[in-house]
């Protein structure tokens, strides 16, 4: 058995007491009355306006004598082919019964849902006018609701057929007077009873006897309060809330009773919540009535209540109207025909039922609608109209999820990594989506994931979204059953998670028809109709459709041509579905997409197809009515697509092809195909993809190979901050999309199944790619970054030295591997001789070394240099390790020889000499190279390095010197 919707019963407030009144009381009503009706004809005008709108008021007359005198209305196809009557008099249901014939409980709903002070007020209800006048004003719109029992009445036997269907404040105000004067001529109990044996219950049903007998098999006397407000609820909109047609609605609509039916104080709460419970057993179970041979039944029954919608329920089924509706006779033949002989299909897939919707993407008309597989098929529910009723989506819902990603600045080529991901959900256990095919395929780009309808780049395109802003932007394309409440209150979905993406709402074919068909027509939402015009017996025109104005561009027009060029692009649907598949017509140009519902192959609920070209969007549905599952692994291109295919291969069979028109805005660009951004020098296989004009691709330095500079000291990405040691090299950079909160994962999922999965090493091997992944570093230099600093503050420049002296300064660095300190001859020198071996240890404003230059054997200029070594390159062994230097230049003083004593009496004194003060020793690098404009480091000059003295003859030259080290002036 089905399971019912979850209802809830309001808790029982007070209970009404009637008033049967008397002459005070009912002089009391009287005035009132004449204030509210006086304070309705001010509104209207002046008292000269109340003349004209009273001064031709039919008369009440005799209401039996009106009663059940009404002329058929009838309904049309397109091309003014009769499709069905609505009502027959010869032959509709109709049993006139007195109020003591019927159920109190009958009675009690009735009131408490259509007026509840029926017996008290005076034919019209001041507080619900003046309720009503309020919200015309607020709204700006003509006064509607607030009718009272002896108002519908009024207008169901009094008014003409013209004006009971108008929305005027005019026909409003005539219907009050009418229905005061009704008041005073007749008793309430007479007005009751002649509107219980007067409305319109549904299924040819006219009065309560009628309809005791049409739904249960049963007078209106033994109506059991379940039975009792289930039939209460149905006046307002019979074939809306149909309960063999739309059984959930019938149920809703009952509740709505119920909790009425207790505020009042008609009914206990356990009284109404046992109903409740009785009626979720029996009305999946209703049997309908043997009903009459009406062409195409479900699309007839969608124009009733349409219908309902727009003049009032009770007013459309007397009075002879003429509908004209926008069914297509060839393309409903043709539709009907797909769906009935594709059963054996359906039934071998383990389903029992299909609906069929097509609809004509720039106007909005039905053209067809199918609601069944046989409508008579009671084994299948075939009366439920499956067109109409919510059923999840499945992997059809997609291009809406991508639509609202476009929305946000993705692209067709933003790329997506489709790898185990898991979803945080919030107490649940993570949620761990898988693809159709079991099976994850990397880095994909918008097109390849949406074309093969692949899970993970779809969840993570509304993981984007977000899922509330998700539900808001797709009420603009019709799908207004999808809601909620969470999201409305506090921002945060309360019903729906991540698997949205993947259909786990719940939406009906004729929305989604709309929704896709807004695709179709360039971004221009029209809301889907089957009432093109409605006439009355003499031609006039009640009501005629208008198509809507710039408020329709819901959707920019170069996003909706891009998912409609992914969607119909057949390459773009490999390997998933294969080159010949039912998505292709043969001829046309035709965007499809598919959905299969259901939290397993194992556990298959629903079937989808929907696809379409500029001039016919067609959606089809494949399940069981009762959702039960379908077989395992009934997949949506075997079952709903074939149906699909035949009907769209006969409608389009002859007829020219269409071409989806292209926006001046969309452009084609040369893209990598592997990354989706331009391409770079690392790019081997490139594609062209298009683009909205103002949403370009990524520059070809966010494509997966990148060459960037980088300072040897730190590691950093190198910029004008660290400039001295600079090394080009060439990296494995993740891409990755979506809000950034989710980057980090995002590279760490990516470079996982890159690294330790058969199918990651595979595609890096096809690519040339090292494993592990060289991963490029995340951040640059900035002020902060530490430097190498190497100083000499002591000698000074050209400084006159002897013997033994000291060598001070500072030599420290990020990643410090050691320093040397060594001389040369000249200024210039053409070698190096070792003053201080390598040291391990920095020093800071200390000694870095002590030098005897006697050693040397040499006067004059010497440069001393320290060398402050780093990290090795790992971007080229061979350079050696990172090293800058300092040099300062020294003036040795020619040795002094023994001095020979005089023989005087008085020697002469040897003047000390004074020692030159040390200056302070400015840190600032006497050259500061430049980046030239690539970023490439000029590389470092080689010098030669002489062996250190010996105590021979002054180095020179040409002597042999170790291999060469590189050096860099900071």
Sequence with gaps: MRQPPQLRLARPMRRAKRNWGGCLIRGLVVLVAAFVVGFMLLVAGSAFAYRAIAADLPEIGDLEAKASSFETARIYDRNGNELSTLVDPETGNRVRVTLPEIAQDLIDATIATEDSRFYQNPGFDPIGITRAIVQAAQEGEAVSGASTITQQLVRALVLSEEERTERTLRRKIREIILAAEMWQKYDKDTILELYLNEIYYGNRAYGIEAAAQTYFNKSA???????????????????????????????IRQTQVLNLMVAEGYATYQRALAAQNETAVFIYNLTPPAAPQVRHPHFVYTVLQQAEALL???????????????????????????????????????????????????????????????????????????????????????????????????????????????????????????????????????????????????????????????????????????????????????????????GGGEISPLEMAGAFGALANQGRYVKPFTISRIENRLGEIRYEHTQPGAEAQVVRPEHAYLLSDILSDNSARQPAFGLNNPLVIAGHRVA?????????????????????????????????????????????????APIWNRFMS??????????????????????????????????????????????????????????????????????????????????????????????????FVAKQWVETTGGGQAWARARNIAIPLTLPPEQACDENTPRPEITINQPTERAEVSGIFDIWGTVKAPNFNGYEVEYGLGENPGGWGLIQERRPTPVENGVLATWDTANTNAAGPVTIRILLFGPDNPYNPEAGPTVVEERVTVLILEPTGTPTATPTDTPTPTNTPTPTETPTITTTPTETPSPTPTGTAVPPTETPTLPPPTGEPSPTPTQEAPPPVETVKP
């Design 312 to 502: 009032g329920a009770q007013s459309i089924y007397r009075g002879g109207l003429r509908i004209y509706t926008t069914l297509d006779p060839e393309a409903q033949r043709l539709a009907e025909t797909a769906v009935t002989d594709a059963r054996a299909t359906i039934n071998n897939a383990g389903a029992n039922n299909a609906a069929m919707v097509v609809v004509q993407p720039a106007t909005g008309e039905i053209l067809a609608l199918v609601g069944s597989a046989d409508f008579f098929n009671e084994a299948i529910s075939g009366q439920v109209n499956m067109a109409l009723a919510p059923r999840q989506p499945g992997s059809s819902i997609k291009p809406l999820v991508y639509l609202s990603a476009f929305e946000n600045g993705w692209t067709p080529a933003t790329l997506i990594w489709d790898v185990p991901t898991s979803f945080p959900d919030g107490a649940n256990p993570p949620y761990q989506p898988k693809n159709y095919d079991d099976t994850f395929h990397g880095p994909l780009r918008v097109r390849p994931s949406l074309g093969n309808s692949y899970n993970v780049p779809a969840v993570k395109a509304l993981e984007f979204v977000g899922v509330c802003n998700f539900i808001n932007n797709v009420q603009k394309v019709g799908l207004t059953s999808l809601k909620d409440e969470g999201c409305a209150t506090g921002g945060q979905p309360a019903n729906y998670g991540l698997a949205l993406a993947l």
């Design 221 to 251: 006397k033994d109506l059991t309060l379940a039975e009792a407000s289930l039939l209460a609820g149905l006046p307002q909109a019979p074939a809306f809330w149909d309960p063999y047609t739309n059984p959930d609605g019938a149920l």
């Design 592 to 640: 499809a997409k598919t959905g299969t519902s259901g939290s397993s192959r194992l556990d298959v609920r629903d079937n989808w197809t929907i696809g379409y070209t500029p001039e016919v969007v067609t959606a089809v549905w494949v399940g069981n009515t009762d959702n039960t599952p379908m077989g395992q692994n009934a997949s949506a291109v075997e079952v709903a």
């Design 650 to 747: 006969q409608y389009l069979a002859g007829r020219a092809p269409v071409d989806f028109p292209r926006p001046g805005g969309v452009i084609d660009v040369e893209i990598c195909a592997d990354s989706g951004a331009r391409p770079g020098p690392g790019c081997v296989n490139r594609t062209v993809e298009r683009f909205a004009q103002d949403q370009p691709p990524l520059n070809a330095d966010a494509d997966f190979s990148r060459v960037l500079p980088i300072d040897l000291w730190t590691g950093l990405q190198a910029n004008e901050r660290c400039p001295e040691s600079v090394q080009e090299a060439t990296f494995f950079d993740i891409l990755v999309s979506g809000q950034p909160a989710v980057w980090e994962r995002e590279r």
